[in-house]
């Protein structure tokens, strides 16, 4: 039986801000069912305040014990639940992870060291030594490194594997090379190990660490490894090359799932995606928008330059004004992205609705009711809001970056058939932009064309099933 333990700071349906927490969410159930009765799948992840009573209520404490971070004696809790096949590790520590919010803390090397630490401390309380340790982003980098260096030698921790995925390269963990003992308990004759670019270097020491490197595209595994894209790692990425690879991230099919979603207005599947329209309607009048049939545009993001905001800034006022269509807005970022999308939504209050918030439930609203979702994405490690969209029916039109490139195809039919299961564009232009939406809405215009696109866009697989596979032929091939 191939052991595994997943590292994590974050996973739904306990505590997510993004990505990572779909995918520590649904991977490790994908690869439970993938596997059957030869894996033994496990999640280790902080107990943060945002864990609902409702999880709190079915765990069991499994172990107590205190963890050393270099002068200080901290106390460590181990709570467990099992959920779909994945028994799942909670960390507690009141001081550490007691919170108003999962990040942003002036002390998170400080709770993430711990929190790496107490992973492997773990292992020997529990009586659960994996095979492979699988950390993901810097955050839980560490635990690869503590292994590494101080774990090695004890008994049951000498072969374990270790695989270390990065879901956005932009956030490393950087800190002054000063407090590489002081706070992090690491001995300055492993300062080489750490450092990179002047300071200490978490995610850098993780891909040095561990047997295996991955990232969540095949295209991104590519784009890393290049200055435009890597954040000042890519001769890292490149010297490690041999132990790179991308797969692509998948989506969770229960909670993603247009024909039993209960936070939808009504439900369809590819085969009655004449029931979708309903949502459409129901989502303008809530929103006091016109209920029109023209093409209804969202754009489901963070406010932020390498999403592509900018982009959408440059062409929003001309393509409102000068066309027929609407346009919703979801997220929060940078205030003068947000401020934008208020004044855009006050110069046309008939085809702009702006909600700056974040709102799991209402992005769902919003990706059944839309013909298309705008993602022109700078840089894309994977991105999930395409898949989802798809899934739901609602069209890409994205750029052909890291994961988008790997997901999305340009629209074409030949021979009858639709090929493309989107629109895409290469260049980081607001003028490609702005052309494939007038492509898109071409497409909207021709009642069958955009009906088979949408047919050919909800039947495109992008479940974890395949990822799943490929994930368990990695750790398979570790020797």
């Not at 050393?68 to 909670?90: H, I, N």
């Not at 991308?246 to 247009?258: Q, S």
């Not at 754009?299 to 409102?320: F, M």
Request: proline letters at 3%.
């Amino acid at each position: 039986m191939k052991k595994i333990l997943f590292a994590g700071s974050e996973c739904m349906p306990f505590a997510a801000t993004g990505g990572l927490g779909d995918v520590l969410g649904s991977l490790p159930a994908a690869l439970k069912k993938a596997g059957g009765d030869d894996v033994d799948v496990r999640v280790v992840l902080p107990l943060y305040a945002a864990v609902e009573e409702k999880w709190r209520a079915q765990m069991n404490t499994v172990a107590i014990f205190d963890v050393q971070l270099s002068w200080r004696k901290q106390y460590c809790g181990v709570l467990s639940l099992e959920k779909d096949g994945v028994l799942f590790y909670f960390i507690d520590n009141e001081y550490y992870f007691k919170r108003g919010s999962l990040y942003g803390h002036y002390d998170d090397g400080e709770r993430f060291a711990f929190f790496s630490l107490a992973v492997v401390e773990m292992m020997q309380h529990v009586g659960f030594f994996p095979d492979v340790l699988h950390a993901n982003d810097w955050q839980s980098a560490m635990s690869i490194v503590y292994l590494n260096l101080n774990y090695r030698h004890r008994q049951g921790y000498e072969y374990i594997k270790t695989v270390f995925t990065i879901h956005n390269i932009e956030y490393q963990g950087q800190y002054d090379m000063a407090i590489l003992n002081d706070l992090f308990g690491i001995d300055w004759k492993y300062c080489s190990i750490m450092e990179w670019g002047g300071c200490m270097n978490l995610m850098k020491a993780a891909i040095e660490c561990a047997d295996r490197v991955t990232t969540v595209s095949e295209r991104y595994a590519g784009e890393i490894q290049s200055p435009e894209y890597a954040h000042g790692l890519e001769n890292a990425l490149r010297k490690y090359s041999y132990k790179l690879s991308g797969i692509l991230n998948g989506i969770d099919y229960n909670f993603y799932d247009p024909h039993t979603d209960p936070d939808i207005t009504k439900n369809y599947m590819w085969r009655s995606a004449y029931n979708k329209p309903q949502n459409k309607t129901a989502l303008q009048k809530d929103l006091c928008l016109p209920e029109s049939d023209a093409p209804l545009f969202a754009v489901i993001s963070r406010l932020v330059s390498h999403k592509g905001i900018d982009l959408v800034r440059e062409i929003a006022y001309k393509a409102v004004r000068d066309n027929d269509m609407q346009l919703i807005v979801l997220g929060t970022g940078d205030a003068h992205y947000e401020n934008f999308f208020r004044e855009l939504e006050g110069a046309f209050r008939d085809k702009v609705r702006s909600m700056i918030m974040y709102d799991r439930k209402l992005s769902k609203r919003i990706y059944a009711a839309s013909d298309f979702l705008i993602m022109p994405s700078k840089s894309e490690p994977c991105g999930l809001s395409q898949m989802i969209a798809s899934r739901y029916g609602s069209v890409p039109i994205v750029r052909e970056t890291g994961g988008l490139y790997d997901s999305i195809k340009g629209y074409w039919v030949e021979d009858g058939q639709v090929r493309g299961n989107g629109f895409t564009f290469y260049n980081y232009s607001s003028a490609e932009l702005y052309d494939r939406m007038q492509a898109a809405m071409g497409v909207y215009r021709d009642e069958e064309a955009f009906k088979k696109l949408r047919k050919k866009v909800m039947t495109t697989d992008f479940s974890w099933e395949s990822s799943a596979a490929k994930y368990l032929q990695l750790y398979n091939s570790i020797n």
